[in-house]
Nanobody, 115 residues
Framework: QVQLVESGGGSVQPGGSLRLSCVSS????????MSWYRQAPGKQREVVAS???????NYADSVRGRFIISRDSAKNTMYLQMNSLKPEDSAVYYC?????????WGQGTQVTVSS
């Protein structure tokens, strides 16, 4: 059974930081490209960042320079370090396994940035 479990969300003031984690089980994590997505109320889900098995990263323009995606294959875990958070970063954040292999989503973790 495949599971992706996100954690680390919460409420923070603008300018603050959070670190999200995504722990995977039931997949061979080391061979999977992984991504973080987010969805704000009334908006479409959008990709935030992705990381390949070789550690190549890509970021949405809106978070580049503020967020850092990383992975630890020994722990089957992906991370998203979020710095200089803005109110517009508020959303539910999801981790996802990318194609061509089967796509799986986590259940999401809420991030709220507000003063």
């Amino acid at each position: 059974q495949v599971q992706l479990v996100e954690s680390g969300g919460g409420s923070v003031q603008p300018g603050g930081s959070l670190r999200l984690s995504c722990v995977s089980s039931g997949i061979i994590f080391s061979i999977r490209t992984m991504s973080w997505y987010r969805q704000a109320p009334g908006k479409q889900r959008e990709v935030v960042a992705s990381i390949t098995t070789g550690g190549v990263t890509n970021y949405a323009d809106s978070v580049r320079g503020r967020f850092i995606i990383s992975r630890d294959s020994a722990k089957n875990t992906m991370y998203l370090q979020m710095n200089s958070l803005k109110p517009e970063d508020s959303a539910v954040y999801y981790c996802k396994t990318e194609p061509p292999r089967a796509v799986y989503w986590g259940q999401g973790t809420q991030v709220t940035v507000s003063s």
